[in-house]
């Protein structure tokens, strides 16, 4: 980060370079649209390289950097707010010990199954599914970008799951016993667990009862399934369209530099 502050072209290459794949697949499920999260990509990088000396530390780069991509699709939807969107999944399959075909097929699908499910909920919760679940910030990583404060951020991503897995219902519940009127709500305990914010005696209490509930025990499982999937759609890409991008980006911020 520091050469390419400075101007060394190669430095920043490798650091466009490195943001790119996150980014385009940010740009890709928030503006649905292949055509416009390309647009969107090269907008990103070419901000992120011509403002990289203002960038002063107060986040991570990941985290500037999608504040720089939101900006970019919302400009790109205030342009094209009356044309409809388009829905792709082109979700990137993580690498890895080599799995079976039937483990594969069973990844992929699930992966397919979530990308949709993520498409069909509000853009609120999609982008903070996509930072946090997706992408893996931090709490205060996505309260940033979002412009949230933490306690506010954990609170939407709490609703975002919830939505998340009525989308899923469906697809990885369709068999499940329906569940008790005085089952307690686990999704949201479950989200609570994870952002280390659910009390020790209530975590043990809601363990207790999904052990002898074989219905949240269901929803339980279907939820982390659910979330599994999104991280594992998360193994960046530097495809060749994307080296493309980068190297577009990094020629124009180069001629402005020597102009």
Not at 135 to 161: F, I, M, N, Q
Not at 178 to 191: E, I, N
Not at 232 to 254: G, Q
Request: overall charge negative; some cysteine; hydrophobic content about 40%.
């Amino acid at each position: 980060m520091a050469r390419a502050r400075d101007g060394d072209r190669a430095a920043m290459e490798e650091l466009l370079a490195w943001v790119a794949p996150s980014i385009q697949r940010f740009a890709l499920r928030m503006c649905r649209n292949e055509a416009d999260a390309d647009d969107v990509l090269q907008d990103a990088l070419l901000s992120i390289a011509t403002h990289l000396h203002e960038f002063e530390g107060r986040s991570s780069l990941p985290s500037w950097a999608f504040t720089l991509t939101r900006s970019a699709c919302a400009r790109r939807r205030r342009g094209l707010k009356n044309q409809p969107a388009d829905s792709d999944d082109v979700l990137v399959a993580q690498p890895g010990d080599a799995p079976g075909p039937e483990e594969v097929a069973l990844r992929g699908e699930a992966r397919l199954i979530v990308g949709q499910a993520l498409d069909r909920v509000s853009e609120e919760h999609r982008e903070v599914l996509l930072l946090r679940d997706v992408e893996g910030l931090t709490a205060p990583e996505a309260a940033l970008t979002l412009g949230l404060s933490v306690d506010a951020l954990k609170s939407r991503l709490h609703r975002a799951r919830a939505a998340l897995r009525d989308e899923l219902r469906s697809a990885f519940e369709a068999d499940a016993a329906p569940r008790a009127p005085g089952c307690p709500d686990v999704v949201r305990a479950l989200s609570e667990k994870l952002e280390g914010d659910l009390d020790p005696s209530a975590c043990a209490e809601m363990e207790k009862h999904v052990e002898g509930c074989p219905a949240c025990a269901r929803t339980c499982d279907a939820l982390k399934d659910a979330l599994r999937a999104c991280r594992s759609s998360s193994t960046p890409a530097l495809t060749p369209e994307i080296r493309a991008r980068v190297r577009s980006a990094l020629s124009k911020w180069w001629s402005s530099r020597r102009g």
